[in-house]
């Protein structure tokens, strides 16, 4: 039955051409139009590795959509513990990011998406592999890049969403410098000092200055 994804008969190919896994991973189907659904559905059931779920029950989501801007409607809670697979045309750098909100790991061009190739997929977001066509990966670090230049320096902010002087003293903490060292460092008050940790503290949740840090390096902030 053609779905309008190219190659996606099963290719009858058992061995699990992906797996390093151990056991099956736990996938859900997501797409806006039920025939694209139950095709996929059809191409992924009874393949090596893959046990199909309910979205709110997966740990990898494969999404088919003709519109990635509705892709935040079709995914929704889901985003917060799966990892996507998206099958779509090629996007527009907004789409791309609006694709990267709602979980996005693993682009695949609709031209190319077999059965096999979702299989690895399945495979790469499931152990964090992320992976974008190399054009979308483009559109992304010049986007990233545009982001740096425009809105976090002038907002003194990094990456991290920690601002560069959070950075700093985390940094220094980590060292096992004591808040006056620090300021002395820094050339800021003790006061100031001890202001950016509470700030920081506050806005993360976080219960002192050795549960900052042990955040910050867990994290990989610092």
Request: no cysteine; net charge positive; aromatic share 2%.
């Amino acid at each position: 039955m053609s779905i309008g994804i190219a190659r996606m008969e099963d290719t009858g190919t058992k061995q699990p051409a992906f797996g390093q896994l151990t056991s099956a991973v736990a996938v859900g189907v997501l797409a806006a139009d039920p025939l694209l659904r139950t095709g996929l559905l059809s191409a992924l059931r009874g393949q090596p590795g893959v046990r199909l779920v309910d979205g709110n029950q997966a740990s990898v989501l494969v999404a088919v959509t003709d519109n990635i801007r509705t892709l935040p409607y079709l995914v929704g809670d889901a985003a917060r513990h799966a990892r996507l697979v998206l099958v779509a045309d090629p996007p527009q750098p907004g789409d791309l990011w609006a694709a990267i909100e709602s979980g996005l790991i693993v682009f695949v061009p609709r031209k190319e998406a077999s059965t096999e190739r979702l299989r690895r997929a399945i495979s790469d977001a499931h152990q964090g592999r992320g992976h974008l066509p190399p054009e979308q990966l483009g559109q992304m670090l010049q986007g990233l890049a545009r982001l740096h230049r425009e809105v976090l320096v002038p907002n003194d902010l990094t990456p991290t969403g920690l601002s560069s002087r959070e950075v700093t003293v985390l940094r220094l903490l980590a060292d096992g410098q004591d808040t006056a060292e620090i300021a002395a460092e820094m050339a800021y008050s003790e006061r100031t000092v001890k202001n950016i940790l509470h700030k920081l503290t506050s806005r993360l949740g976080l219960r002192n200055r050795t549960h900052a840090v042990s955040y910050a390096l867990r994290h990989g902030l610092i």
